[in-house]
Structures are given as C-alpha cells and as structure tokens.
C-alpha cells in the first residue's frame, strides 16, 4: 500500500493512494498513520480490506491539496552517516567499520513539497537523498539481517538536508548541522514493505535547478538495510513509528571539487528513490 497524509500542516489526515492513482481517504477507517497503526496487523488488515472493496474509501481531489509527511508522530530519527561506497570515496573518508550513527528530531520533518529553510548565516547547506526505513514492531537485540527486515513496517524518500559548516567546522557532534528547521522533507508516500521486493536494489535521484547531481543506488549501501535494523537494536530499542536515514549516495555538494555550488534561497530540489514518490522544495532564508 502507498499511505499518506494530506492537509494542512499539523492537521494532516489519513489517505491511500490506490492501485488507480486515485486518492482515497483513510480517517473513517483509522485516525492516522502513524506507529500505533503500523504495529497494529487488525488495524492495517481493516485498510487493505477497504483498499480493495469498491466504493468504501472515498475519493479525495488532490487539486490544492497539501501532501504532508506520511508519517505523524514520530517516535525518533536516526541517520546512517557515510553509508555509500561511492559517497565515502568522493568525501575521502575511509570505509567505516561500523555504522556511523547520529540522530534528527522528529521536528525537522516536513512534507515532500514543503519549503526548506536556509538557516541564517548558513554558507554550506547540502542536499541528500536518502531511503527511510519505517519501523512496524518493537526490535530489541536482533540477532540477524533477516529478523531486521522482518521489523520493518515500510520505506519512504527522505531528503537529509545538512549544513555542513554547522556539520564539521564548529566543534562538537554532527547533530546541530543536521537538526536546523525543515530539514528532513519526508515521503510523499509511506509504501508498505510487501510491496518492495528488495530495498537493495532501488535507485536513488536527486537534481539542483533541473540539473542531475545524484544517480545512485542502494545496491551502494556499505551497511544494508536489514544490517542495520539489527545493529541499532543492540544500542537502542527500536519502536513502531521511529524512521531509519540509511545514507545517501555520491553527488553531494560536499564531494564536489572547488568552487563547490552550495544551496542557496531561491533554489529548486527535486529528489526520488524508485517506487517512493517524488518530492519537490523550493529554498528561502531562515
């Protein structure tokens, strides 16, 4: 299934983008999505059921209607850093060992057309597409690759937007160049695991102003994604509704030679992985 939010922001309600690309609404079936209703088989056999039954989800028109994250009250956000092949080697970094982990508040997600915001003073935001991995039952010391991707509830684009300056010249953890307002567009789409045959196998885009920067794939991941459900379990418990950044492929700003072209307001970000969806932001300052 592709679940979503629509609506205003912070009043988001529950929808299903049907097999027909027709938008339906969820909020008689369920109040929203979110991880109660993805840890919840009864709940999700209810949406399936309606899903396929003709005439009992009605149609929404989509004309005007603001896409929100497709994912409402997230329990945490953790980012997989360095967790391309490619992407280590354009930056100069050496294969990690070990997943390199660092966290977003849930409050830097925005919906996949929302505008981002520059922060103030910034002079090296970058952009970074990435697949979010959505987690359905509680994972505690997983002991296998294959019970990871048996704790996942779904995959959605995620757009890590960093400030790389805040990042890795002032001192301290990643945390405060990843964590400025607007920095984690989400969705549009929550698609359910059933329907992602591999989650190693999808192609990941993102383009400046119309210009293609990154072409990759998750086939690049140095840490897959099953991999990593169960090595985060082992240093926290993962719950229903908490979302997993798994890394982004070569393209960033960062990874490009002298003059590098950072984000500025008035730019354009469009960014897919295969299957997802597609988002779209337009830049202004902070």
């Known amino acids: 299934m592709k679940l979503l939010r629509v609506g205003t ?17 969820l909020s008689g ?12 088989a009864s709940a999700l056999a209810r949406v399936r059921t309606a899903a396929d039954a003709p005439g009992v989800l009605p149609a929404l028109d ?15 956000i953790v980012c997989i850093g360095l967790n391309y092949h490619d992407h280590a080697a354009e930056t100069g970094a050496a294969i990690p060992e070990e997943p390199i982990l660092f966290f977003k508040a849930p ?4 919906g996949p057309e929302d505008t981002v ?9 970058d952009w970074e597409v990435e697949l979010a991995v959505v987690i359905g039952r509680t994972a505690r010391y997983l002991s296998s690759a294959e019970e990871g991707l048996a704790h ?22 990643w945390d405060k160049g990843k964590n400025c307002e607007t920095f984690n567009p989400l969705g549009p789409w929550l698609v359910t695991a059933d329907e992602v045959d591999d989650p190693q196998a999808l192609p990941l885009r993102l383009w400046v102003n119309g210009e293609l920067k990154q072409n990759g794939t998750t086939a690049e991941q140095i840490f897959p ?60 300052g902070a």
């Open 107 to 110: 409050d830097t997600v925005v």
């Open 152 to 173: 996942v509830a779904g995959y959605a684009t995620a757009h890590d937007v960093s400030e790389r300056e805040f990042q890795i010249e002032r001192g301290g953890t």
């Open 117 to 125: 915001l520059v922060p103030r003073g910034s002079r090296k935001t």
């Open 225 to 284: 994604v099953g991999e990593v459900v169960r090595y985060l379990s082992h240093f926290m418990t993962l719950y229903p509704g908490d979302v997993i950044n798994t890394g982004t492929p070569a393209g960033v700003a960062m990874g490009q030679p002298e003059p590098k072209r950072y984000l500025k307001a008035g730019d354009v970000v469009e960014l897919e992985v295969e299957g997802l969806g597609r988002q779209r932001q337009e830049l202004k």
């Open 62 to 76: 989509p004309a005007g209607l603001r896409v929100g994250p497709p994912l409402g009250r997230i329990g945490k």
């Open 29 to 40: 079936i369920v109040p929203d999505i979110d991880g109660d209703l993805l840890a919840d």
């Open 9 to 25: 922001a912070g009043a988001e309600r529950p929808a299903l983008l049907d097999r027909d690309g027709t938008l339906r609404d």
